[in-house]
């Protein structure tokens, strides 16, 4: 073609916000003038780059690159755009403006292009693909590793030159299976109570902090929580699948169901544990959701980065607010503790003597904090066992039959959900509870529906209110136990909670060492 040669062309593409892709039309106008290349609309630094590897990519590919004036417009313009995923729209745009090219069909387009005109894979390919079928287009993309999605086609480009024959692959999607988890709880002798504590956490969705000497056992029982666990759903697959995409992590185990375990270190910043950074990526908190987040040492943490789960593990999402608005992330997951009662480890121990001063106890016991402490479930002391039992491993209580009663809970629920039996009358002890706790019913109700669910009897509402003035229970600390409590009825296919349901959620709320 001449260098005189002028047009427009324009492609959808999309650029990530959160966990969601956003429409994003690339609008090219090649047109006489001197040489140069713009790119505008709100582009950040990773895209004002993408001027040098697209003109790299156009001439391996044995294109012409024009000679002349160069815009190229990202719209809408009010929405900050970041990525390198607008490469290869930008420089398709620009071969059919030049009409080098000619393109088919409606795409949306994504893709980085390496100097020799190849395409790599770019972080989000299934928000992506949702954008795509919210548009009722296909979406065309480097190869990659994704799922079906009812609705949308995902064809694949290798290289830049694969356009002039318009001839691209339809993607071929892996089948997931539900794979079990490889560790099991048979590996641990002993630890009965911390092992149905597991049992009503996995059924419940309820936290957990153990609190033992170092070698109790603590992090072999976390890392086995995700072997009792129910497998994902179809829907919770895609909501974990595509935050781990947008992350850039591993989504396999997520595809194959496996319910996501997260273990950051306690050096982990603010950001790296909630979200954040310049565009805003999701944090530890939300690469768990719909898993669990495994927090080990955790007194260790940054007490400012600690606190900042209280919301999450309050609302299921984490909320980050920029200058050019609020980015959403979903954080729904279980939470699992573990820490140390002192500095030494040994406060409590029945075998090694603590050398802590009761200061430094204090002290280290207090980078926890009690808002965070009183929105986790149970507390538990974990303590050693026997080395006899130690070497015996694989007698114990296995997965297999602890997720009996996780499932059977779980599907009782569902059972008593839809079919509440005197849901309108309220006994009187309930609504003294329900009056006492006022403070923190949701708008919902969702507070006032634990309450009835548990249909406490007269006697057995005294007994939980004589409990909760005894210990300074806070009016949320009462809700934990009660929804405990239910659980622990559900495991059991009881529709009230009885005296021994609460006197055991009790047992796991109330602490010794901590």
Same mark, same amino acid.
């Given at each position: 073609?001449?260098?005189?040669?002028?047009?427009?062309?324009?492609?959808?593409?999309?650029?990530?916000?959160?966990?969601?892709?956003?429409?994003?039309?690339?609008?090219?106008?090649?047109?006489?003038?001197?040489?140069?290349?713009?790119?505008?609309?709100?582009?950040?630094?990773?895209?004002?780059?993408?001027?040098? &590897?697209?003109?790299?990519?156009?001439? #391996?590919?044995?294109?012409?690159?024009?000679?002349? +004036?160069?815009?190229?417009?990202?719209?809408?313009?009010?929405?900050?755009?970041?990525?390198?995923?607008?490469?290869?729209?930008?420089?398709?745009?620009?071969?059919?403006?030049?009409?080098?090219?000619?393109?088919?069909?409606?795409?949306?387009?994504?893709?980085?292009?390496?100097?020799?005109?190849?395409?790599?894979?770019?972080?989000?390919?299934?928000?992506?693909?949702?954008?795509?079928?919210?548009?009722?287009?296909?979406?065309?993309?480097?190869?990659?590793?994704?799922?079906?999605?009812?609705?949308?086609?995902?064809?694949?480009?290798?290289?830049?030159?694969?356009?002039?024959?318009?001839?691209?692959?339809?993607?071929?999607?892996?089948?997931?299976?539900?794979?079990? %988890?490889?560790?099991?709880?048979?590996?641990?002798?002993?630890?009965?109570?911390?092992?149905?504590?597991?049992? *009503?956490? #996995?059924?419940?969705?309820?936290?957990?902090?153990?609190?033992?000497?170092?070698?109790?056992?603590?992090?072999?029982? #976390?890392?086995?929580?995700?072997?009792?666990?129910?497998?994902?759903?179809?829907?919770?697959?895609?909501?974990?699948?595509?935050?781990?995409?947008?992350?850039?992590?591993?989504?396999?185990?997520?595809?194959?169901?496996?319910?996501?375990? +997260?273990?950051?270190?306690?050096?982990?910043?603010?950001?790296?544990?909630?979200?954040?950074? @310049?565009?805003?990526?999701?944090?530890?908190?939300?690469?768990?959701?719909?898993?669990?987040? %495994?927090?080990?040492?955790?007194?260790?943490?940054?007490?400012?980065?600690?606190?900042?789960?209280?919301?999450?593990?309050?609302?299921?999402?984490?909320?980050?607010?920029?200058?050019?608005?609020?980015?959403?992330?979903?954080?729904?997951?279980?939470? *699992?503790?573990?820490?140390?009662?002192?500095?030494?480890?040994?406060?409590?121990?029945?075998?090694?003597?603590?050398?802590?001063?009761? &200061?430094?106890?204090?002290? %280290?016991?207090?980078?926890?904090?009690?808002?965070?402490?009183?929105?986790?479930?149970?507390?538990?002391? *974990?303590?050693?066992?026997?080395?006899?039992?130690?070497?015996?491993?694989?007698?114990?209580?296995?997965?297999?039959?602890?997720?009996?009663?996780?499932?059977?809970? *779980?599907?009782?629920?569902?059972? +008593?959900?839809?079919?509440?039996?005197?849901? @309108?009358?309220?006994?009187?002890?309930?609504?003294?509870?329900?009056?006492?706790? &006022?403070?923190?019913?949701?708008?919902?109700?969702?507070?006032?529906?634990?309450?009835?669910?548990?249909?406490?009897?007269?006697?057995?509402?005294?007994?939980?209110?004589?409990?909760?003035?005894?210990?300074?229970?806070?009016?949320?600390?009462?809700?934990?136990?009660?929804?405990? #409590?239910?659980?622990?009825?559900?495991?059991?296919?009881?529709?009230?909670?009885?005296?021994?349901?609460?006197?055991?959620?009790?047992?796991?709320?109330?602490?010794?060492?901590?």
């Amino acid at each position: 073609m001449s260098n005189t040669e002028s047009g427009r062309y324009s492609i959808l593409s999309a650029t990530l916000r959160g966990v969601q892709a956003i429409p994003v039309d690339v609008e090219v106008s090649v047109y006489f003038g001197m040489p140069s290349f713009n790119i505008v609309g709100m582009p950040d630094t990773s895209i004002q780059e993408s001027k040098e &590897r697209i003109r790299s990519a156009i001439k #391996a590919s044995g294109f012409t690159m024009p000679d002349t +004036r160069i815009v190229a417009n990202l719209a809408p313009g009010s929405i900050r755009k970041s990525g390198s995923g607008f490469d290869l729209p930008i420089a398709v745009a620009i071969l059919a403006a030049t009409k080098q090219i000619e393109i088919r069909g409606n795409n949306l387009i994504v893709g980085e292009l390496a100097l020799d005109g190849s395409i790599r894979d770019v972080p989000g390919i299934l928000a992506h693909l949702r954008c795509a079928k919210s548009c009722k287009s296909n979406l065309l993309s480097p190869p990659s590793d994704s799922v079906y999605m009812e609705g949308v086609e995902q064809l694949s480009v290798s290289h830049l030159r694969d356009f002039l024959s318009n001839d691209f692959k339809i993607t071929k999607f892996k089948k997931t299976e539900n794979k079990n %988890y490889d560790l099991d709880f048979s590996d641990i002798n002993g630890h009965d109570m911390a092992k149905r504590a597991m049992q *009503i956490s #996995a059924c419940g969705n309820h936290g957990i902090l153990m609190v033992g000497p170092p070698g109790s056992g603590k992090s072999m029982l #976390a890392s086995r929580m995700p072997s009792i666990l129910p497998p994902l759903s179809e829907e919770e697959k895609m909501e974990s699948a595509v935050i781990h995409s947008v992350a850039g992590a591993d989504m396999s185990d997520v595809l194959n169901g496996i319910r996501p375990f +997260r273990s950051p270190h306690h050096s982990a910043t603010l950001a790296g544990l909630i979200g954040g950074g @310049q565009p805003a990526k999701p944090g530890e908190v939300s690469l768990a959701h719909n898993g669990v987040l %495994y927090m080990d040492e955790l007194a260790e943490f940054n007490p400012h980065v600690l606190q900042g789960i209280r919301q999450p593990m309050e609302t299921g999402s984490v909320s980050i607010t920029r200058s050019d608005g609020v980015v959403n992330f979903p954080a729904k997951f279980s939470l *699992i503790a573990a820490s140390n009662p002192c500095p030494c480890g040994y406060y409590g121990d029945s075998q090694y003597e603590c050398k802590c001063s009761p &200061r430094q106890i204090q002290n %280290y016991q207090s980078k926890i904090g009690g808002p965070v402490l009183d929105r986790i479930d149970m507390h538990l002391d *974990i303590s050693r066992i026997d080395a006899s039992q130690v070497l015996s491993t694989g007698g114990g209580t296995s997965s297999d039959e602890l997720r009996v009663g996780v499932n059977s809970g *779980i599907e009782f629920r569902k059972w +008593r959900s839809r079919h509440d039996i005197d849901n @309108q009358n309220k006994n009187v002890g309930s609504e003294v509870l329900d009056k006492k706790c &006022r403070g923190f019913k949701s708008k919902s109700g969702a507070m006032s529906r634990l309450v009835n669910s548990c249909k406490l009897s007269d006697s057995d509402f005294r007994f939980f209110e004589e409990a909760s003035s005894k210990n300074n229970m806070s009016g949320r600390g009462i809700m934990r136990v009660l929804s405990v #409590a239910r659980t622990i009825a559900d495991i059991e296919q009881k529709e009230k909670v009885n005296h021994d349901h609460l006197c055991e959620a009790l047992a796991y709320r109330l602490r010794e060492h901590l």
